[in-house]
């Protein structure tokens, strides 16, 4: 079990799955299929695995992502990096055909996941993505210093900010 203090300085644990949130990049799961072209989900077969196991091989893609309950707010630890993000509290009125270039994000908190696998076995997952009913996609500015959640009609729901980076070293 792993232990972290929010961007607000409350506790979180991993131990009750709480703060833990899926997250990947549909842009990267585009071009693995184009490579993989009968990877299925969740069956079982020597062809299929998880969706998380296709980003585990690649540092740019496997994040680590806990959620705040009492702030709301987001952490997101990347190879050596952690990188804090605020929810904004005012957010621009746009949409998401505005925030073109931005990378597409699906992100679902643990249990929302477990609903999403029993869903997804033995589809391949763009189909998996593009059949299930997500309450929100997400986008992410090319700086990773915003991002917004999408809602199903287009409009931004709420967003976040990075507010601080850290750098861990080896010592």
Same mark, same amino acid.
């Given at each position: 079990?792993?232990?972290?203090?929010?961007? #607000?300085?409350?506790?979180?644990?991993?131990?009750?799955?709480? $703060?833990?949130?899926?997250? =990947? +990049?549909?842009?990267?799961i +585009? &071009?693995?299929?184009?490579?993989?072209?009968?990877?299925?989900?969740? @069956?079982? #077969?020597?062809l299929?695995?998880? !969706?998380y196991?296709?980003?585990? #091989?690649?540092?740019?893609?496997?994040?680590?992502?806990?959620?705040?309950? &009492?702030?709301?707010? !987001?952490?997101?630890?990347? @190879? #050596?990096?952690?990188?804090?993000y *605020?929810? %904004?509290?005012? %957010?621009?009125?746009?949409?998401?055909?505005? !925030? &073109?270039?931005? @990378? @597409?994000?699906?992100? !679902? +908190?643990?249990?929302?996941?477990?609903? =999403?696998? &029993? =869903?997804?076995v033995? /589809?391949? $997952?763009?189909?998996?993505?593009?059949?299930?009913?997500? *309450?929100?996609?997400f /986008?992410?500015?090319?700086?990773?210093?915003?991002i917004?959640?999408?809602? *199903?009609?287009g409009?931004?729901?709420?967003?976040?900010?990075?507010?601080?980076?850290?750098?861990?070293?080896?010592?």
């Amino acid at each position: 079990m792993a232990h972290a203090i929010c961007p #607000n300085g409350h506790t979180m644990w991993d131990g009750d799955g709480k $703060p833990y949130v899926w997250a =990947f +990049r549909i842009g990267f799961i +585009r &071009e693995y299929m184009k490579s993989h072209p009968d990877f299925k989900l969740g @069956d079982h #077969n020597r062809l299929s695995r998880e !969706l998380y196991d296709l980003v585990e #091989n690649d540092s740019d893609e496997d994040l680590d992502c806990w959620y705040c309950d &009492e702030c709301k707010g !987001l952490i997101v630890f990347f @190879d #050596n990096y952690r990188f804090d993000y *605020k929810p %904004i509290e005012s %957010i621009p009125e746009i949409n998401a055909g505005q !925030l &073109e270039g931005w @990378d @597409d994000y699906i992100a !679902l +908190r643990d249990n929302d996941f477990s609903d =999403f696998q &029993e =869903f997804y076995v033995g /589809k391949n $997952p763009i189909e998996a993505i593009e059949e299930y009913d997500f *309450k929100y996609m997400f /986008k992410v500015c090319p700086d990773k210093n915003k991002i917004y959640a999408v809602n *199903k009609e287009g409009g931004i729901s709420f967003g976040y900010y990075r507010s601080k980076v850290y750098e861990f070293t080896k010592d």
